[in-house]
Nanobody, 115 residues
């Protein structure tokens, strides 16, 4: 059974940093494209960062230069380093693993940016 478990969310002040982790089990991690999405209250889930099996990355304009996605295939984990956080980054953050139309989601972790 494939499982994705996010962690690392919490409450942080504007300008602060957090690192989210998503541990993947039950499948061959290295072949998947991995993405981080966020969903603010009342809004649609949006893709903010993606990393391919080959390590290529892409970011939404809203997080470019502030967030960094990375993966550790030895640990079956994908990370999202979030710096210079803004109140508008407040959302639930989800990771997704996808391979040729087959995809799995985690349950999400809440990030709240507030003073």
């Amino acid at each position: 059974q494939v499982q994705l478990v996010e962690s690392g969310g919490g409450l942080v002040q504007p300008g602060g940093s957090l690192r989210l982790s998503c541990a993947v089990s039950g499948t061959r991690f290295s072949i998947y494209t991995l993405g981080w999405y966020h969903q603010a209250l009342g809004k649609q889930r949006e893709l903010i960062a993606v990393i391919t099996s080959g390590g290529s990355t892409n970011y939404a304009d809203s997080v470019k230069g502030r967030f960094t996605i990375s993966r550790d295939n030895a640990k079956n984990t994908v990370y999202l380093q979030m710096n210079s956080l803004k109140p508008e980054d407040t959302a639930r953050y989800y990771c997704k693993a996808e391979w040729y139309g087959v995809y799995y989601w985690g349950q999400g972790t809440q990030v709240t940016v507030s003073s």
